[in-house]
């Protein structure tokens, strides 16, 4: 199994014990959860790109004709693409455990789901860099 896919499974795991532990996972949500949990790595891997190596937002451009435009950066485009898919996501899944159990029992099972994918980069030693560094010293 490649990096990618154990990042991916490590995540989806970590959805699956979230949803597990709220009492709304079944097993007919794998699939949907392995898709969200591809995108919460695609995201976060944007995320790095931009914060790691200092991307700015916008970037001037010199035109033939002499004068100056600024373009937006297209790291900043993708995060963004990125975090819809995420949440888009996210909602199709809250939508279909909302449809198996009432709307009190899952908010506490979507707040944990929510904590999870916004924690700090100090956690990720736990479940391994979903930003590919996991073989630097």
């Given amino acids: 199994m490649c990096k990618i896919d154990v990042k991916v499974k490590t995540i989806a795991d970590d959805i699956i014990r979230i ?3 709220a009492g709304v996972y079944e097993k007919s949500l794998i699939f949907q959860v392995e ?3 591809g995108d919460i790595l695609a995201y976060r891997k944007v995320r790095n ?3 790691n190596d ?3 937002a916008t970037f001037p451009i010199e035109r033939r004709e002499g004068d100056t435009i600024i373009k937006i950066n297209p790291l900043f485009a993708e ?3 990125q975090s819809k898919s995420v949440r888009e996501g996210l909602d199709k899944l809250t939508m279909n455990i909302k449809s198996k159990k009432n709307k009190a029992d899952t908010e506490d099972g979507l707040s ?3 904590d999870y994918i916004l924690r700090e980069d100090k956690d990720n030693e ?3 860099d979903p930003y590919g560094n996991d073989d630097i010293s």
């Fill in 112 to 114: 944990k789901l929510a």
């Fill in 19 to 21: 949803l597990e532990d």
């Fill in 49 to 51: 790109a931009l914060l």
């Fill in 79 to 81: 995060l963004r693409l």
């Fill in 35 to 37: 898709l969200v949990a």
């Fill in 54 to 56: 200092g991307e700015d």
């Fill in 126 to 128: 736990k479940i391994g």
